[in-house]
């Protein structure tokens, strides 16, 4: 059954644009097109599309309202276009919270200069989102598996069963709560839904939490400035971007740059690099779970929430070499359950909760 997309958006060129890579893929059926949010709304309670590809700003609606109406009145996969800027990160995390399913650069230049992964990278999107609006219908997967991608993403503001891979198994049962323990670092790693994810685990944490937290969140470099500025006001614990220098203290998360790498030594010391074209994942979660073994041994907790993918692992497998502690999000509350079942799947989890017990359990550890 192929996959049904509406595309929205108020420029004819885009609409025209995005519907023909959707379109050239024979399991993408485009639906319909609309150019604002209130055609939107319209065109999704005629079609029922399975994914509606969404602008922001449009006139007579903008896309942040047509999605919350969408939500309300018929619940489908939405995936936002914003820019590569500072707003743009914005208009993106306002989206997601609004409901947004996931979001992607608006680039014309990439449409121009790199068709090929652009295609690539939509249809795949697409494909998954599409996983996840029927899956949580209930109704049979449009499309067999695809390649995971990466990108933030949340889930939308009704519950909703989370997404995973077309060959998962039987997810693993609940652990009991863990035995409270010091540690000199947390370490918090997710992608796909994570930054809802962090954002519910994080304000669960006091003020006077007693260790220092490193987030790695798969994020361009243009957004990971406003979205630590976001948990930060919403937290008691302090939340900002990291910066090459920094010190590890309690109570304080350092949220890893997009597009570098950030690494930790054993003088607690924050050292960001940049990112290595040859790796997938800017930042990489591998990297610093890797330097956080080499740093501080048996002496860290990582966690691996909602993600597409693996990363993670083979980090995990370092500090789980090295005696430290490793939790992994269920499939339950995982929007994607990717990163946090390669962790489980690889018999590396000493727990594996809901993304309500582990806020809860971080701020009960010792």
């Known amino acids: 059954m192929a996959v049904k997309v509406l595309v929205v958006d108020d420029s004819g060129f885009f609409r025209r644009r995005v519907a023909e890579i959707l379109g050239g893929d024979p399991q993408i059926q485009v639906v319909g097109t609309a150019c604002n949010g209130q055609e939107a709304i319209d065109q999704t309670l005629a079609l029922h599309p399975d994914v509606i590809t969404m602008d922001y ?70 494909h998954v989102l599409a996983r996840t609006n029927r899956r949580s219908l209930g109704l049979s997967s449009p499309s067999p598996a695809v390649a995971p ?20 198994t039987a997810a693993p049962a609940a652990s009991p709560a863990p035995r409270r323990k010091s540690y000199r670092l947390v370490t918090i790693g997710t992608s796909t839904g994570g930054p809802v994810a962090l ?36 937290c008691r614990i302090s939340v900002r971007e990291a910066q090459d220098g ?26 960001i690099l940049p990112g290595d074209e040859r790796l997938n994942y800017k930042p990489c979660v591998d990297i610093t779970f890797g330097s956080a073994a080499k740093a501080f041994q048996d002496k860290v907790l990582a966690v691996v929430l909602t993600g597409m993918g693996a990363d993670g692992r083979e980090g995990a497998r370092m500090l789980k070499q090295a005696g430290s502690s ?20 690889a018999g590396l989890a000493d727990g594996v909760y809901s993304l309500d017990d582990i806020g809860r359990y971080l701020a009960e550890i010792g």
């Open 57 to 126: 700003e449009m006139p007579v609606m903008d896309g942040i309202t047509a999605v919350k109406q969408i939500m309300q009145r018929c619940p489908t996969a939405v995936l936002m276009f914003s820019s590569l800027t500072y707003e743009g990160a914005r208009v993106s995390l306002d989206a997601l919270d609004a409901g947004a399913a996931d979001y992607l650069p608006k680039n014309f230049e990439d449409i121009s200069r790199n068709p090929d992964k652009v295609r690539q990278l939509l249809c795949e999107r697409v």
């Open 149 to 168: 991608v990466h990108s933030p993403a949340v889930p939308r503001a009704e519950p909703r069963q989370p997404v995973a891979p077309a060959r998962n």
């Open 199 to 234: 954002q519910k685990v994080l304000t669960q944490l006091p003020a006077s939490f007693p260790a220092p937290l490193l987030l790695v969140q798969h994020m361009p470099a243009a957004f990971t400035k406003a979205f630590a500025e976001r948990l930060d006001k919403l």
């Open 246 to 271: 920094d010190a590890l203290r309690p109570g304080l998360a350092l949220l890893a740059p997009g597009g570098k790498q950030m690494m930790v030594d054993s003088r607690g010391m924050v050292r």
């Open 326 to 345: 490793i939790w992994a999000q269920d499939e339950a509350s995982s929007v994607i359950y990717g990163m946090p079942m390669a962790i489980a799947r």
